[in-house]
C-alpha cells in the first residue's frame, strides 16, 4: 500500500509501504475511498503551520472496511464507514464522558495525520489501522454518499458541535459566523439553519465562499461593520485572524455564547472587559467528533445539510496536485474493492 507523505511547503509524495493486517482483536483494517482536507491541512500543506515535515498527513475519510479483528461487533468488511480522527476506545471514563479526543486508554493526545497527535498514519493512506473498530467507527447509512461526508471525520462534526453549544441556550436566535477558513465557517452556517436558527449572518473576505453561503440560505457581508456590535446571542468565530476573533466576541450580546472553531498556535488577546461586561460564554477546544458523527450522517442523508456543496472531486492517483489546489473540500475518491 502507498501512504501519502507531507514533505514540505506544498510537497505531497506517496511512500510505499507494507501491506497492514489486523493484529489485535479489538482492531479493523480500513481502506480509505474518500478523504478530504481540514481547513488545518490546507494550512500544513502551504507551510503556514507549526508542524515540520515529513509525516503522514489526512485525517477526514470515508473508508470501506477490509478486515477485522475476532471481537469486533459493529462492522463488517465491505461496510462504508466515517473513521473519526481520533483514535480512542469508546469505553473509558473520557470515552463515555463524551471526550474521546481525551481518551485514557490512549495515554495522550492520539489520532490520525496530524504529528501532535501520535504516530498512526494518516487518512490520506491507502489502508488505515484502527485499533477500536467498535468504540471509533461510525456505518455511513445506505443511500447516502460516502464523498459527501468524508469530512465528518472532523471539520463537518467539529462545525456541529460548535453550533449546538450556542443554540442549545439561545434556540432560534439568528447566528453570526465569521469565517476566514476553507470550510469550517460554510459548514457552521449550514448546521445552524438546520437546527432551526432565525437566520445566519455570514462574514468572510472570499467571494468565493460567500457565494457558497449565499446559497445555503445566509446572509452575506464581506467585513463586520459597527452595526454588528452586541447584536448576537449566538456567534461562531472560524477564522486565524485574532482581530476577527476579537471582532466576533465584539458582536456577542449580553447571556451571548461564543464558540471558535479555529486553532490559535500560542496566546492570543481576547477583549475580556467587553466580554465582562456583556456577561458572555466562549468556548473552544479539540473536537471530540465520535459521539456526534452518527447526528451528521443523519442530518446530510436527510438533506438538512449540503456538504457536498463544498466538494471538488479529485482521481485518488492525482492527490499530489489535486489537494494543492484551492479547493473548499478536494475529496481523492477511489472505487470500492468490496463493493
Ligand atoms: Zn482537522
Ligand atoms: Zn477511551
Known amino acids: 500500500m502507498r501512504a501519502l507523505v507531507f514533505a514540505g511547503e506544498r510537497r505531497l509524495e506517496w511512500q510505499e509501504r507494507a501491506a497492514l493486517t489486523v493484529q489485535g482483536d479489538l482492531e479493523a483494517i480500513v481502506r480509505p475511498i474518500a478523504s478530504t482536507t481540514c481547513d488545518l491541512d490546507r494550512r500544513i500543506l502551504t507551510g503556514r503551520s507549526p508542524f515540520a515535515p515529513p509525516f503522514d498527513i489526512g485525517h477526514e475519510c470515508a473508508a470501506e472496511v477490509l478486515a477485522i479483528g475476532d471481537k469486533v461487533r459493529k462492522v ?14 469508546g469505553i473509558c471514563r473520557a470515552c463515555v464522558g463524551g471526550l474521546p479526543a481525551h481518551c485514557e486508554a490512549m495515554g495522550r493526545l492520539s489520532g490520525y495525520g496530524v504529528p501532535i497527535a501520535g504516530d498512526w498514519g494518516g487518512l490520506f493512506s491507502e489502508e488505515v489501522r484502527v485499533p477500536f473498530a467498535d468504540g471509533m467507527l461510525v456505518p455511513v447509512p445506505d443511500g447516502l454518499d460516502p464523498v459527501a461526508v468524508a469530512s465528518a471525520s472532523d471539520n463537518l462534526t467539529d462545525a456541529y458541535i460548535g453550533v449546538r453549544r450556542g443554540l442549545a441556550k439561545h434556540p432560534g436566535a439568528r447566528v453570526l459566523v465569521v469565517a476566514g477558513v476553507e470550510s469550517l465557517g460554510l459548514f457552521a452556517a449550514d448546521h445552524a439553519l438546520a437546527a432551526g436558527a432565525e ?13 457558497v453561503a449565499e446559497g445555503l440560505g445566509a446572509r452575506v457581508f464581506a467585513g463586520l461593520d459597527p452595526g454588528f456590535d452586541r447584536r448576537y446571542r ?6 486565524r485572524d485574532p482581530a476577527d476573533l476579537k471582532a466576533a466576541l465584539m458582536a456577542l450580546a449580553p447571556g451571548g455564547h461564543c464558540s471558535n472553531l479555529t486553532m490559535f498556535f500560542g496566546d492570543t488577546l481576547m477583549p475580556l472587559w ?3 461586561l456583556r456577561d458572555v460564554t466562549f468556548s473552544i477546544g479539540l473536537p471530540s467528533v465520535a459521539p456526534h458523527i452518527p447526528a451528521v450522517l443523519n442530518l446530510a442523508r436527510c438533506g438538512h445539510i449540503h456538504p457536498e456543496r463544498l466538494v471538488q472531486v479529485i482521481d485518488w492517483n492525482d492527490a499530489c496536485e489535486g489537494l494543492l489546489e484551492p479547493h473548499l473540500k478536494p475529496v481523492m475518491v477511489r472505487p470500492r474493492l468490496l463493493a
Open 274 to 276: 467587553e466580554m465582562y
Open 76 to 89: 463488517k468488511p465491505g461496510d462504508v464507514v466515517v473513521v473519526p480522527w481520533h483514535v480512542a476506545c
Open 234 to 239: 449566538v456567534v461562531i468565530g472560524a477564522s
Open 199 to 211: 437566520g445566519v449572518d455570514y462574514v468572510d473576505a472570499d467571494a468565493r465562499r460567500r457565494s
